[in-house]
Nanobody
Framework: VQLQASGGGFVQPGGSLRLSCAAS????????VRWYRQAPGKQRELVAS???????NYADSVKGRFTISRDNAKNTVDLQMGSLKPEDTAVYLC???????????WGQGTELTVSS
């Protein structure tokens, strides 16, 4: 399995952006996809996750502003980000964990900068 993250860029505070994570290869029917972020000098932070059944979880820092969704037919997971803040600036990475095989894969990361 390989993951390709895309959609990062430069956004002004209060703006919106959509990140996408596309998986190539089989990720099976039982998996969870997670978006993490890592800002310079900070630890990697779990931002949001979504299972193959559609169950979602969010970090408190993004609840109400970010929405994670997936299209199982296309093997894509999107992260819609709104009301962006400078503290959302980070490299965003996606990860898939396949429950049935224990396989895990990471995307290469896509960078978001929120600044005026």
């Amino acid at each position: 399995v390989q993951l390709q993250a895309s959609g990062g860029g430069f956004v002004q505070p209060g703006g919106s952006l959509r990140l996408s994570c596309a998986a190539s290869g089989s990720i099976g029917s039982f998996n969870v996809v997670r978006w993490y972020r890592q800002a310079p000098g900070k630890q990697r932070e779990l931002v949001a996750s979504i299972t193959s059944a559609g169950n979602t979880n969010y970090a408190d820092s993004v609840k109400g502003r970010f929405t994670i969704s997936r299209d199982n037919a296309k093997n894509t997971v999107d992260l819609q980000m709104g009301s962006l803040k400078p503290e959302d600036t980070a490299v965003y990475l996606c990860n898939v964990f396949v429950f049935t095989t224990g396989a895990s894969a990471w995307g290469q990361g896509t960078e978001l900068t929120v600044s005026s």
